[in-house]
């Protein structure tokens, strides 16, 4: 059986609040630090979290969102509390306010962490160093659509909209792309 990918671990996560009208509410689990938990229903192909974009940021870091091939944000609360997953249950789109909206891949039922996969729009990942999602298949280290996309297997229904635009030679990320990953040199994105 498909391990789901499960709301927090038992007992000791602190829910911050809930996010009104929106069915999600922020928890932290000792284990992941802030997660997206659903507090209802969400249909295939509903959205679930829009996320605006709060500040262009001029690199990437451990939480921002590649939207563009040289253009990395951060996005709003709860978009940006959002974890990885390598079974994810959201997809991303662009949206209008140049952020991305997340959409149900699934039905997602109350106490369910909601999920997404940084691969689909990172095209070199820093953020997850050593992937706790738990899913069945996790690939353990996210490294970033340039190394996913390798495998044809993969057909990913959602993906940022820069990368189906050809990349520029003189992109940050085709040129972070020639750089030696260095293991377990940057923090992981989940735990923090
Ligand atoms: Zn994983």
Request: one cysteine or more; hydrophobic letters at 30%.
């Given at each position: 059986?498909?391990?789901?990918?499960?709301?927090?671990?038992?007992?000791?996560?602190?829910?911050?609040?809930?996010?009104?009208?929106?069915?999600?509410?922020?928890?932290?689990?000792?284990d992941k630090?802030?997660?997206?938990?659903?507090?209802?229903?969400?249909?295939?192909?509903?959205?679930?979290?829009?996320?605006?974009?709060?500040?262009?940021?001029?690199?990437?870091?451990?939480?921002?969102?590649?939207?563009?091939?040289?253009?990395?944000?951060?996005?709003?609360?709860?978009?940006?509390?959002?974890?990885h997953?390598c079974?994810?249950?959201?997809?991303?789109?662009?949206?209008?306010?140049?952020?991305?909206?997340?959409?149900?891949?699934?039905?997602?039922?109350?106490?369910?962490?909601?999920?997404?996969?940084?691969?689909?729009?990172?095209?070199?990942?820093?953020a997850v160093s050593r992937c706790l999602c738990g899913?069945?298949?996790c690939r353990s280290v996210i490294r970033?659509?340039?190394?996913?996309?390798?495998?044809?297997?993969?057909?990913?229904?959602?993906?940022?909209?820069?990368?189906?635009?050809?990349?520029?030679?003189?992109?940050?990320?085709?040129?972070?792309?020639?750089?030696?990953?260095?293991a377990g040199a940057q923090a992981p994105r989940q735990g923090?």
């Amino acid at each position: 059986m498909r391990q789901r990918d499960s709301g927090v671990g038992a007992g000791e996560a602190r829910i911050t609040g809930n996010i009104d009208g929106a069915g999600l509410q922020i928890v932290v689990d000792p284990d992941k630090g802030r997660c997206v938990v659903s507090t209802s229903e969400f249909a295939i192909g509903q959205t679930v979290v829009v996320g605006d974009v709060e500040r262009i940021v001029p690199t990437r870091t451990t939480h921002s969102f590649q939207v563009g091939w040289d253009s990395h944000v951060d996005l709003t609360t709860p978009a940006r509390d959002i974890n990885h997953s390598c079974d994810p249950n959201t997809g991303i789109r662009d949206n209008d306010r140049g952020g991305f909206d997340f959409i149900a891949l699934r039905e997602i039922g109350p106490d369910e962490e909601i999920t997404w996969d940084y691969e689909t729009s990172e095209y070199v990942s820093i953020a997850v160093s050593r992937c706790l999602c738990g899913a069945t298949g996790c690939r353990s280290v996210i490294r970033g659509y340039r190394y996913r996309s390798a495998d044809p297997s993969w057909q990913p229904s959602h993906l940022a909209g820069y990368l189906s635009e050809p990349a520029p030679e003189s992109s940050d990320s085709v040129l972070a792309a020639l750089q030696p990953v260095e293991a377990g040199a940057q923090a992981p994105r989940q735990g923090r």
